[in-house]
């Protein structure tokens, strides 16, 4: 099975449908990988907060050594981590983590979140996280979203990247990139499900021609194995008696409603799963449409719920920037 693409405003073809990497554990991340390829999956979406590119990179040389695939048919996402937005740390971070990868350039490196943190060098720890010591203290850089846009530029100009994007933008932050890039953001990667639908966000990222990637399509569920509060007392998406009631109209699993939701929306989605069965099922999520009635029933089901913030991770007096 293959995903439909879209055409990304750098001339590329990105998958509609691609593979998630977060929480893969070290351990079964270079098969979970394999089988994600040989499931189908060409998108592969991954961080150097991930803590697994090194793995990750194992299970696509395993892929294209067995002759699954050739490195030109997999589309590679990767992250620049935030202790890494100094002008001068760009670069050198990138090389690394296409080393790890084992590849010669990424199809699309975004700027994970706008935040710039204080340089940690990877021999003191990687992948570095959010606090400087390791433990508690966070430490700003002054390097701007304009001075780290302007490296990532540097990095389709070497060839190291085809595409760029940004991830965890809200509109202001989006407007001002707008402003000063030379090579626009091809991609708005962002938490979105039914409890948290980004309807103006996701417009203004249409009318500005930059494809939406929704992450966290099943809503809590991929946040309660991090014993996340929030997560465990919201209602789970996939239980949800108007999203099961769907997956029963289109004799579809309720986790297919929620992303064919988001893929007939044009959003690209990149849900993650250690089951190849699973793998298929997540893969097949357009060949049907939901009905204009249950779209208007999901639509109803916002609640501005947002899981995806480090403040719900580890508690910071300082981070009110996520609120
Ligand atoms: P997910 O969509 O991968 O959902 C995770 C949970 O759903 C897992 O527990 C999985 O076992 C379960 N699941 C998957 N398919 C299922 C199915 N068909 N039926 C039942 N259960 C199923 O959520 P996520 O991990 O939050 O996000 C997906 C990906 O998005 C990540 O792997 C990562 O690549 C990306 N992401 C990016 C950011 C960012 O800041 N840019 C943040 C979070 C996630």
Partial sequence: MASPTVKLNSGYDMPLCGFGLWKVSNDTCADTVYNAI???????????DYGNEKECGEG????????????????????????????????PITRRQLADWQVDYFDLFLIHFPVALEYVDPSVRYPPGWHYDGEKEIRWSKTTNQETWGAMEGLVEK??????GVSNYQAQTLYD????AKIRPATLQIELHPYLQQVELVKLAKHEGIVVTAYSSFGPTGFIEL????AKTAAPLMEHEAIKAMAAKYNKTPAQVLLRWATQQGLAVIPKTGRPAVMLQNLDCFSFDLDEEDNKRIAKMELN?????????FSADNLWIFG
């Avoid at 014993?227 to 929030?230: E, L, R, T, Y």
């Fill in 159 to 164: 060839g190291l990247a085809r595409s760029i």
């Fill in 177 to 180: 990139t707008l402003k000063y």
């Fill in 60 to 91: 696509v040389a395993r892929a294209i050594k067995d002759g699954l695939v050739k490195r030109e048919e997999l589309f590679i996402v990767s992250k620049l981590w935030q202790t890494f937005h100094d002008v001068d740390k760009v670069e």
């Fill in 305 to 313: 719920l947002k899981f995806n913030k480090p403040t719900n991770y």
């Fill in 38 to 48: 040989k499931a189908g999956y060409r998108l592969l979406d991954g961080a150097c």
């Fill in 227 to 230: 014993d996340m509060d929030n």
